[in-house]
Antibody, heavy 119, light 107 residues
Framework: QVQLVESGGGVVQPGGSLRLSCAAS????????MHWVRQAPGKGLEWVAF????????YYADSVKGRFTISRDNSKNTLYLQMNSLRAEDTAVYYC????????????WGQGTLVTVSS | DIQMTQSPSSLSASVGDRVTITCRAS??????LNWYQQKPGKAPKLLIY???SLQSGVPSRFSGSGSGTDFTLTISSLQPEDFATYYC?????????FGQGTRLEIK
């Protein structure tokens, strides 16, 4: 069965960097698009980024464009989110999610990893 | 960006009740509307996709309807495990956007 396990979260100072990982198993990772979605404490869901199955196309929310980079290593079944120039407003639980048809339907989600940006 | 507005923001109901949550898009999104359930401390779970298609494994008491700009999620007979927050999400265009959520509480 599908399993997505995020890691890499933690506390970082404003302006700092962090790289999140999402380890996938139970499906053919290289065949599916993947998303990052975040949720600030006590708030709703916010889409962050999407990458196609082969990494050929990437899309970002305006709020992270130019600061965050989504990538994947299909040989390692792993999705990444490189986060630079972090701000307090980036504090959130970050989820990775599988998109079976690359049509922005998020059918399976990981458990999330918390990123806290604070001095 | 397409704005998604849910109503109500919160709702109190009893086990066995029939409940309806509404989602409105700021422009027509055809049937590109999905519903998710999220319990405290847990990841969201896909319930309904393409406005009315039930995700595999989701109980049949959940149903969705609508097209264009107005959509509904209905739970026909509330069960204790249904008390959660529900989000709609449009998958019509980039960026995909979510409603603010509807918190369903026990009366």
């Amino acid at each position: 069965q599908v399993q997505l396990v995020e890691s890499g979260g933690g506390v970082v100072q404003p302006g700092g960097s962090l790289r999140l990982s999402c380890a996938a198993s139970g499906f053919t990772f290289s065949s599916y698009g993947m998303h990052w979605v975040r949720q600030a404490p006590g708030k709703g869901l916010e889409w962050v980024a999407f990458i196609r199955y082969d990494g050929s196309n990437k899309y970002y929310a305006d709020s992270v464009k130019g600061r965050f980079t989504i990538s994947r290593d299909n040989s390692k079944n792993t999705l990444y989110l490189q986060m630079n120039s972090l701000r307090a407003e980036d504090t959130a639980v970050y989820y990775c999610a599988k998109d079976p048809n690359s049509n922005y339907v998020m059918s399976s989600w990981g458990q999330g990893t918390l990123v806290t940006v604070s001095s | 960006d397409i704005q998604m507005t849910q109503s109500p923001s919160s709702l109190s109901a009893s086990v066995g009740d029939r409940v309806t949550i509404t989602c409105r898009a700021s422009q027509s999104i055809s049937s590109y509307l999905n519903w998710y359930q999220q319990k405290p401390g847990k990841a969201p779970k896909l319930l309904i996709y393409a406005a009315s298609s039930l995700q595999s494994g989701v109980p049949s008491r959940f149903s969705g309807s609508g097209s264009g700009t107005d959509f509904t999620l209905t739970i026909s007979s509330l069960q204790p495990e249904d008390f959660a927050t529900y989000y709609c999400q449009q998958s019509y265009s980039t960026p995909p956007t979510f409603g603010q959520g509807t918190r369903l509480e026990i009366k």
